[in-house]
C-alpha cells in the first residue's frame, strides 16, 4: 500500500466553526507532513511530525492545530479560521531516512472558509 | 539557505515534440534535488530525484533530469510529451535536513493537440 488518504476531499466552513481534516498512511512511514497551496502557488510547508513528535512549525498561526495520534494518523484541526485559509490542504510522509526525502502526497482536502 | 528557481511559468508544446523544463538551484551545501508533478485537482507525485551517483537520472512516464553541478541546474527534459502530460511541475531541492524540502514556484507544462 503506497497510498496517502486524505478526508474529506472538500471542506466548507464558517469563521466560527471547529473542523478537523485527517490523514492516514499505512506504509511504515515515521514522519508526516502538513503542508498548505494556494491556486497557482507551490506547497508551503505548515508541521512536521516525526516519529509521532512535533518537529517543524513553520510558524503557523494558532488557529491550525495538528496532532499526530499514532504512527499512521495524522490530523489538522481547524478553528476560527479566516478566509484567507481558503486553500488546498495536502498531507504526506516519509521514511525516516536522512538520505532520502522522497515524500508521498495525499490528493488533499480543498478548504473553503466563509 | 537553500531555494529553488523555475523561471517558466508555463511551456507550451505541440504532442509527440521534445520539452525541457528548466530549474535551478541555490545552496549552501549538499543538495537533493526532486522533480514533482501534480495534476488538476491531485496531490503531488514523485517523478524523478538525485542524491548522488549518476547525474542523469531516469524518472516515471519517460522523463528524465540531468544534474549539473557547475551550473546548479537541474533540468528536466522529455523527449517525446503526450497530451496525458499536462499539469504543473514542481522543481524541488533538500539541503539533507530530511524533512525539510523547499518547491519552486512551478511550471505548468500545456500540451497542445
Known amino acids: 500500500d503506497t497510498e496517502v488518504t486524505q478526508t474529506p476531499k472538500h471542506l466548507v466552513m464558517g469563521m466560527t466553526n471547529k473542523k478537523s481534516l485527517k490523514c492516514e498512511q499505512h506504509m511504515g512511514h515515521r514522519a508526516m507532513y502538513w503542508y498548505k497551496q494556494k491556486a497557482k502557488k507551490p506547497p508551503e510547508l505548515m508541521f512536521v511530525?516525526?516519529?509521532?513528535?512535533?518537529?517543524i512549525n513553520e510558524s503557523v498561526p494558532s488557529r491550525f492545530s495538528p496532532e499526530c495520534p499514532n504512527s499512521s494518523l495524522l490530523n489538522l484541526h481547524l478553528h476560527a479560521l479566516q478566509p484567507e485559509d481558503s486553500a488546498l490542504y495536502l498531507c504526506?510522509?516519509?521514511?525516516?531516512?536522512?538520505?532520502?526525502?522522497?515524500?508521498?502526497f495525499g490528493p488533499g482536502t480543498r478548504l473553503t472558509v466563509l | 539557505a537553500q531555494s529553488v528557481t523555475q523561471l517558466d511559468s508555463q511551456v507550451p508544446v505541440f504532442e509527440e515534440a521534445p520539452v525541457e523544463l528548466r530549474c535551478n538551484y541555490s545552496?549552501?551545501?549538499?543538495?537533493?534535488l526532486f522533480w514533482y508533478v501534480q495534476y488538476p485537482n491531485q496531490g503531488l507525485q514523485l517523478l524523478l530525484k538525485?542524491?548522488?551517483?549518476?547525474?542523469l537520472v531516469k524518472g516515471i512516464n519517460g522523463f528524465e533530469a540531468e544534474f549539473n553541478k557547475s551550473q546548479t541546474s537541474f533540468h528536466l527534459r522529455k523527449p517525446s510529451v503526450h497530451i496525458s502530460d499536462t499539469a504543473e511541475y514542481f522543481c524541488a531541492v533538500s539541503d539533507g535536513s530530511y524533512q525539510k524540502v523547499t518547491f519552486g514556484t512551478g511550471t505548468k507544462l500545456q500540451v497542445i493537440p
Open positions: 545552496s549552501s551545501v549538499s543538495v537533493y
Open positions: 538525485y542524491l548522488s551517483g549518476s547525474t
Open positions: 504526506a510522509s516519509s521514511q525516516d531516512r536522512l538520505l532520502d526525502n522522497e515524500q508521498f
Open positions: 511530525y516525526s516519529y509521532e513528535k512535533l518537529s
